[in-house]
């Protein structure tokens, strides 16, 4: 069966710090790939998705990048962190039609 | 209008009780339909997943597609108080690759 690992569960990071968050996907290839940010008491904004090694789509012009290294591989970067990039970020896969995600990122910017 | 819409609650029942979870969207285009559980700060789990019309069950819960009046539901039978969590429905159509969620229903079972 499939798994997503997705670490590390909680960071907290200063203001004007890089970022670097990682997913791996087992069990499945050539997945689509997904980076999603939750707010508190909000629903889930979409990032970032990838349908395959290389290809990046954005989906809001902000302070984040995505890369997809490797096949079952997405990493979340930042440069320079902002206040307004702290949430609980998630990944997320999704293979003929069904779509799970990882545990989750719960970021804190101070 | 979003494209999906979901009654944030919170709805409060006693143990025991039948619950309907709903979600009504717009764009008729939508075939993949999923419900997702997601407790407090932990990643959504995926309970039920449906392509197009009908209903599907497992277990406790029932997922039910109506495409003609663009409305899904969740119903969860014999309700615990380990179901409190709350509850997001989520589409996709096909050819594309997103999914759109609704923003969650806040479930409450009482014991």
Same mark, same amino acid.
């Given at each position: 069966?499939?798994?997503?690992?997705? +670490?590390?569960?909680?960071?907290?990071?200063? =203001?004007?710090?890089?970022?670097?968050?990682?997913?791996?996907?087992?069990?499945?290839?050539?997945?689509?790939? !997904? +980076? !999603?940010?939750?707010?508190?008491?909000?629903?889930?904004? $979409?990032?970032? !998705? /990838?349908? %395959?090694?290389?290809?990046?789509?954005?989906?809001?012009?902000?302070?984040?990048?995505?890369?997809?290294?490797?096949?079952?591989?997405?990493?979340?970067?930042?440069?320079?962190?902002?206040? /307004?990039?702290?949430?609980?970020? $998630?990944?997320?896969?999704? =293979?003929?039609? =069904?779509?799970?995600? %990882?545990?989750?990122?719960? $970021?804190?910017?101070? | 209008?979003?494209?999906?819409?979901?009654?944030?609650?919170?709805?409060?029942?006693?143990?025991?009780?039948?619950?309907?979870?709903?979600?009504?969207?717009?764009?008729?285009?939508?075939?993949?339909?999923?419900?997702? #559980?997601?407790?407090? #700060?932990?990643?959504?789990?995926?309970?039920?997943?449906?392509?197009?019309?009908?209903?599907?069950?497992?277990?406790?819960?029932?997922?039910?597609?109506?495409?003609?009046?663009?409305?899904?539901?969740?119903?969860? #039978?014999?309700?615990?108080?380990?179901?409190?969590?709350?509850?997001?429905?989520?589409? #996709?159509?096909?050819?594309?690759?997103?999914?759109?969620?609704?923003?969650?229903?806040?479930?409450?079972?009482?014991?």
């Amino acid at each position: 069966s499939q798994t997503i690992h997705q +670490w590390p569960a909680t960071l907290v990071q200063p =203001v004007g710090s890089p970022l670097s968050l990682e997913c791996t996907v087992e069990g499945t290839s050539n997945p689509n790939l !997904y +980076w !999603y940010r939750q707010a508190a008491g909000r629903g889930l904004q $979409l990032l970032f !998705y /990838s349908v %395959g090694i290389g290809q990046i789509s954005s989906e809001v012009p902000q302070n984040l990048s995505a890369s997809r290294p490797q096949d079952r591989q997405f990493i979340l970067s930042s440069k320079k962190l902002l206040l /307004s990039d702290s949430g609980f970020y $998630l990944c997320a896969w999704s =293979v003929a039609g =069904v779509c799970a995600f %990882g545990s989750g990122t719960r $970021l804190t910017v101070v | 209008q979003k494209e999906v819409e979901q009654d944030p609650g919170p709805l409060s029942v006693p143990e025991g009780a039948i619950v309907s979870l709903n979600c009504t969207y717009s764009n008729s285009a939508f075939q993949y339909f999923m419900w997702y #559980r997601q407790y407090s #700060r932990k990643g959504p789990e995926l309970l039920m997943y449906t392509y197009s019309s009908g209903n599907k069950e497992d277990g406790r819960f029932t997922a039910q597609v109506d495409k003609s009046s663009k409305y899904i539901s969740l119903f969860i #039978r014999d309700s615990q108080p380990s179901d409190s969590a709350t509850y997001l429905c989520a589409m #996709r159509a096909s050819g594309t690759y997103k999914y759109i969620f609704g923003t969650g229903t806040r479930l409450k079972v009482l014991a």
